[in-house]
């Protein structure tokens, strides 16, 4: 087993926006080093004063630096046949991944993270960052936050932890069924979908999502926390996975399986399915009632949420009542004539006896119905695919989840909304969905969606 040991200095903290200023790579034969690879990069971008504060490269000492593309295949070629360590192994491997990517070349690579590592063999300490380690374990660096520096202090203590552990390599799988093989571990894509873990009675026992799948279940695998992680790791004979290009659509596949597949596992998430729908309209005294019903398949109307029995939609509404001085009578849960038996205890501000104008209570109804409702009632929300040729399409229609699918990217002449429309696939809508997409679009304000009412793109 060879390893690539390395550090890499950046212009920032996020390889989306930030550039390799430094890196160093040295090769461990699982013994000794026995080659070396080092240089300042240009990143054709400038450093910020608190990096340079931090590392000690600025702008001057990089304009005559090799850009990447220059050291790219040098970087390929010595980390061949390599397990890449680090000391947070993600950060300087995303980084690589994301500068290889602009090239159009997919850099991948086994990786080992000497963070990791050093909690599990070396626990109990105050802090896991190297300058700490180095200290607490006599480890030398000369040249802290350089990339030659830190690269030679986690070749230390990469041999400290291979001493505590010769099997270093092996050290994420251990542990478990002896069905499941590294092989199948490595065979995992460093991509976003959802992931599946399977029992030797071919039953599925967990359903995960992830924008890295292999890393996501390597976690899962070192995760000895407690008795039901051990449980579940050693039921383990098999992982499958589906791609989905993009956190949203894995967000709401993840949903819809585990409701079809119910895991055992997945207790938190694993539910019935959501028969009873939140519902409303105006009575003839011009005020907003809510009602509960169960959802029919033929059913048109979208309800404003859903839920999974009838008593849990009814505490929903008697919470509801509370919190904004609601009429009970008016949400379907007393039935009078007269008033409420909140109004009775000054709870409730009159609605029910027209103490209340409908305007006055409408407003706060409708500010609970905007929380459930989408902007639009009709439309499509484009998003990245499975490769570059392909994106993804979530559609909803008369304010309900409809479905997802893929399609290619480009329209070819044919009508866009019918275009993307015509490749979704049609799943149920449930209460934890439409809160997915709430949740999405309040985060992503900058969606691609395409409106039907005129069937165009807007950001």
Known sequence: MK??????????????????TEIAILIHDGKAIVDEFATLINPEQKIPYYITQLTGINNR????????????????????????????????????RHEFKALGYDFNRQKLCTVKLSRKLIPHQRSYSLSNLCRELNIPNLHPHRALGDAKATAVLFDILLKIDPNLSQLPFSGNNSSLKPEMINALPEKTGVYYFIDADQNIVYIGKSKNIRERVIAHL????NQRALEMKNKLAAVDWELTGNELIALLFEAHEI??????????????????????????????QFYLQKIEDECCAAPLTTFNSLQSAKNFLFDLC???????????LYETKGSCFQYKLHECRGACVGEESSSTYNLRVQGIIDRFSFSQSDFLLLGEGRDEDECSVVKVENNRYVGFGFTAKEVNGYDTFDYYSDCVKNFPENKHVHSILKSYLNRNPNTVVLKKQKSELME
């Open 3 to 20: 390893y690539a040991i390395l550090d890499i200095e950046t212009t920032g903290i996020s390889y989306k926006n930030g550039k390799i």
């Open 61 to 96: 000492m990089v304009e005559e630096a090799p850009k990447f593309y220059e050291v790219a295949a040098k970087i390929v070629e010595i980390t061949q046949d390599c397990t890449i360590v680090a000391h947070n192994a993600s950060f300087d491997y995303n980084f690589l």
């Open 222 to 225: 070192t995760n000895s926390m």
């Open 259 to 288: 409701l079809k597949y119910k895991p055992v596992y997945n207790r938190a998430q694993r539910r019935a399915l959501y028969n009873y729908g939140l519902y409303y309209f105006k009575n003839e005294n011009g005020y907003i």
């Open 322 to 332: 509370e919190k904004y001085q609601l009429c009970q009578k008016f949400c379907g």
